[in-house]
């Protein structure tokens, strides 16, 4: 584990997992899971995440040398946010 963050749970996890999904696949990236928690990889970025009750638990495992870790929890947050119903 390189490192770990939380985002905002949103009100309809369903809803917001398929469009999490369709967003990162695409990027060329994959989601394997569903809304309690699962695999993220995209970018040479990888990790799992877990749904807990208020938020989400994600863990990256695995990132490029150059990404800098906030530019990595950025850019995770935004697309949970921008996907988010």
């Given at each position: 584990m390189l490192f770990s963050f939380k985002v905002n749970r949103p009100a309809d996890l369903k809803a917001t997992f398929i469009n999490v999904k369709?967003?990162?696949?695409e990027s060329g990236g994959s989601l394997v899971g569903d809304e309690h928690s699962g695999q993220?990889?995209?970018h040479g970025v990888e990790g799992t995440y877990k749904v807990k009750a208020n938020s989400i638990e994600i863990t990256v495992n695995k990132k490029p040398t150059g990404y800098p870790e906030f530019a990595v929890k950025s850019?995770?947050?935004?697309?949970?946010?921008?996907?988010?119903v």
């Open positions: 369709k967003l990162i696949e993220i990889s995209s850019y995770i947050t935004k697309v949970f946010k921008k996907c988010s």
